[in-house]
């Protein structure tokens, strides 16, 4: 049962992602303020972390100079203020399917970046490194099907009328929307500036290791920087109370489920099975999204959308099969390097032995 749990763990983790997009589309329909939202949001994860930092980690977080504090500050305003915001407008724009197909491309813009940084080699004489290529591609593609072509309807769960823009219909059934468009583009920004917050991410906690605080520190800097933002943009006080409706649900599931339980149970399966392992399920959350936006806000699927998700979903799984055969490369090879050394070890002690 124990080497069952970190599935049942990543499965739990893509049904809250798959129902992020879902909550917060609702709740953009039903008149919630988008950078309001993501203050709210910010404020819930602050008050569910801080506390936890200060009781786990309060003793044992090394100290913490104003150097560090500025990058995680940085880090706060590029991975959350910034980036939660143009994610908030993004689904406001196009679908929860689609938010959930974009998120296929974290992994692959990760992969960028480290080659970029030069933590990463394609190698193109090389499988794996032809297979992470070919894999970056197909997942452009995917992307670009999403934004430009929308196709004809597909509506197997509902009749019911697509929330989206009001209404779908007003668009022949191969039309370029202009706002689609932009939604899409936003959301692939949304999944590069994410991968590049994983990169610096992990370059901050080599210098601070300690991720409680860290996480914790960074849900503060960014609850302060959104409230700044949505001050500035929304300033009818009116649009800040809150309600007994989809607004509500919607500002607790992201604070206590995502920025809460998917942070934990994600770090786990990392420590437990490693970052291939917890990449291989990201595809699950877009099936998730695409039966239950249909079923819950009666979203219109375009075959368009469901054709790019397949190229990403392929695209990814061709760069994650890339990686995992380049680390089992590695392995193998230290290990045959091992045996050779011990080859050697015991060659030269019984030179030494027979010349005794």
Not at 92 to 113: D, G, K, R
Not at 153 to 158: A, G, K, V
Not at 283 to 307: D, H, K
Request: glycine share 6%; hydrophobic share 55%.
């Amino acid at each position: 049962m124990g080497e069952k749990k970190p599935y049942f763990a990543m499965i739990t983790v893509q049904i809250i992602f798959a129902g992020m997009p879902i909550v917060s589309k609702a709740a953009f329909n039903g008149g919630l303020n988008t950078f309001v939202f993501v203050f709210y949001r910010q404020a819930v994860a602050t008050v569910l972390l801080l506390p936890l930092a200060i009781i786990f980690a309060r003793r044992t977080a090394p100290p913490l100079p104003f150097k560090l504090t500025f990058k995680i500050f940085m880090l706060a305003l590029l991975g959350y203020t910034i980036n939660l915001n143009i994610h908030s407008i993004a689904i406001n724009l196009t679908s929860a399917t689609v938010a959930s197909a974009s998120m296929n491309l974290i992994p692959v813009f990760t992969f960028i970046l480290a080659v970029l940084f030069r933590e990463e080699v394609i190698r193109l004489k090389r499988r794996p490194g032809i297979a992470k290529a070919i894999g970056v591609l197909i997942c452009f593609t995917g992307a670009l099907i999403i934004a430009v072509y929308k196709g004809p309807r597909l509506n197997p769960f509902t009749d019911h009328h697509s929330v989206l823009h009001g209404s779908c219909e007003d668009h022949s059934n191969t039309s370029i929307n202009r706002t689609w468009m932009i939604g899409t583009f936003l959301m692939i920004l949304v999944a590069f500036c994410w991968a590049l917050w994983i990169v610096l991410q992990g370059v901050l906690l080599k210098e601070y290791p300690s991720w409680i605080w860290s996480s914790a520190l960074v849900s503060l800097f960014s609850s302060l920087q959104s409230f700044v933002v949505a001050m500035a943009v929304e300033r009818n006080m009116n649009k800040w109370k809150l309600h007994w409706d989809d607004g509500l649900l919607a500002i607790a599931y992201n604070g206590v489920l995502v920025a809460g339980l998917v942070l934990y149970l994600q770090t786990w399966c990392i420590h437990k099975k490693g970052p291939v392992f917890v990449g291989m399920f990201s595809p699950l959350a877009l099936v998730v999204a695409i039966v239950a936006s249909s079923l819950l806000l009666g979203e219109v699927i375009n075959l368009g959308s469901v054709i790019g998700g397949a190229f990403l979903v392929v695209g990814l799984y061709c760069v994650l099969w890339g990686k995992s055969r380049e680390r089992k490369n590695v392995i193998n090879s230290n290990v045959e390097d091992a045996k050779e050394r011990r080859s050697s070890h015991v060659e030269g002690a019984r030179d030494t032995i027979s010349k005794v």
